[in-house]
């Protein structure tokens, strides 16, 4: 059985850091991409970043969060990891993990291209 599990979660005031955290078990072998979506309050849940790798590793960001999160991972484990600095209010949401094998980075960014997925955990980031 699958199990796609996020932790790390939690409130913060703007300016701070967090960080999450996503493992992927179960019988899966082919998993060569992560990413982090994200679902803010009234909005559609949004792609934040992803990690592929394939002959190294490559990383995409949205530009909202581009020079303030990083993404890492470990492939041989399904592991990967968002650390979160200088947060904002804007950036509260709930973060879901999700996985899968990319073919190329194009697909990093569209939430069909996995078929793992984690439950969500929360962050709230306050003034």
């Known amino acids: 059985q699958e199990q796609v599990v996020e932790s790390g979660g939690g409130s913060v005031e703007a300016g701070g850091s967090l960080e999450l955290s996503c493992v992927i078990s179960g019988s899966i072998f082919d998993i060569n991409g992560m990413a982090w979506f994200r679902q803010r309050p009234g909005n559609e849940r949004e792609f934040v970043t992803a990690?592929?790798?394939?002959?190294?590793?490559?990383?995409y960001y949205r530009d909202s969060v581009k020079g303030r999160f990083t993404i890492s991972g470990d492939n041989a484990r399904n592991t990967m990891i968002l650390q979160m600095n200088s947060l904002k209010p804007e950036d509260t949401a709930v973060y879901y993990c999700?996985?899968?094998?990319?073919?190329?980075?194009?697909?990093?960014?569209?939430?069909?291209?996995?078929?793992?997925w984690g439950q969500g955990t929360q962050v709230t980031v306050s003034l």
């Open positions: 999700a996985g899968d094998q990319l073919w190329d980075m194009d697909e990093a960014t569209e939430q069909a291209s996995y078929d793992y």
């Open positions: 990690i592929r790798w394939s002959g190294g590793v490559r990383t």
